[in-house]
């Protein structure tokens, strides 16, 4: 009797002990934020020219409205200085982009050179891209792409442009020394003076230097070039 007295109780403490309607439910831990990723742009640049070098390469990933200069338009204050002098600051300063990229140094000739971009987000609708830089030993030339489409790019696409030589139409293209801010000149670079034929940007139509018969002329015949001056490709990296 003892004995079933005690598997009574170890019985029923047992059932009492499995009773579980007092707990509560596991709680699922909260699912992670979504991972915001950024798109990723990587520009590259080549020198064609042999005797020119670039001034420090400026790029802007931008929206379709902005043009940073168009044929047979007046250069801006800040275009003046980059195409005369070769100084990208103000550019830098004064353009509200999404994204942008500057060269540490000159480019010189047959160099090449990658800079990379990365946008706040991955939304690429409507994204252009500009690249603007100086042809240092001259008076106003520079090169560049001017608001170039790149929305469409996926990654790992790439596009590959050339780029042609611009008179800014800001500086007479007298290739005098004192006027030629690069190597064959070392002279002002920036002169706030407009003081060429028409004041627009137009198709630069070379150099002309001392071997063309052109007297105070820093240049030579090696400082003369052919377009394109230089060749751009635009890779989407992420």
């Excluded at 934020?33 to 400026?58: D, R």
């Excluded at 792409?145 to 990654?155: C, F, G, H, T, W």
Aim: aromatic fraction near 4%; charge should be negative.
């Amino acid at each position: 009797m003892k004995q079933l007295l005690f598997l009574s109780s170890m019985l029923l403490l047992t059932a009492c002990g499995s009773n579980n309607n007092d707990n509560p439910a596991p709680v699922a831990p909260p699912a992670p934020p979504p991972e915001v990723t950024n798109a990723g742009f990587e520009v590259s640049i080549v020198n064609l020219t042999a005797a020119q070098p670039l001034s420090p390469v400026t790029v802007f990933i931008h929206n379709v409205e902005l043009q940073l200069f168009a044929i047979g338009e007046s250069a801006s204050a800040e275009l003046e200085v980059l195409a005369e002098a070769g100084d990208n600051s103000q550019l830098l300063d004064s353009v509200d982009a999404s994204a942008e990229a500057s060269g540490s140094a000159p480019l010189g000739p047959g160099a090449s050179e990658s800079l990379s971009l990365e946008l706040d987000g991955d939304d690429t609708s409507g994204l252009r891209l500009t690249l603007l830089t100086m042809l240092v030993n001259t008076n106003d030339a520079f090169t560049g792409i001017n608001a170039v489409d790149i929305s469409a790019l996926e990654v790992g696409q790439s596009m590959t442009l050339n780029g042609r030589s611009y008179d800014a139409g800001t500086e007479a293209n007298t290739e005098a020394a004192d006027s030629i801010p690069g190597p064959a000149g070392g002279g002002e670079g920036f002169n706030a003076v407009r003081d060429d034929i028409a004041d627009q940007v137009t198709g630069h139509g070379g150099a002309v230097t001392l071997d063309d018969g052109l007297s105070g002329s820093a240049l030579n015949h090696t400082h003369r070039w052919d377009n394109p001056v230089a060749q751009f490709r635009i890779t989407r990296t992420q």
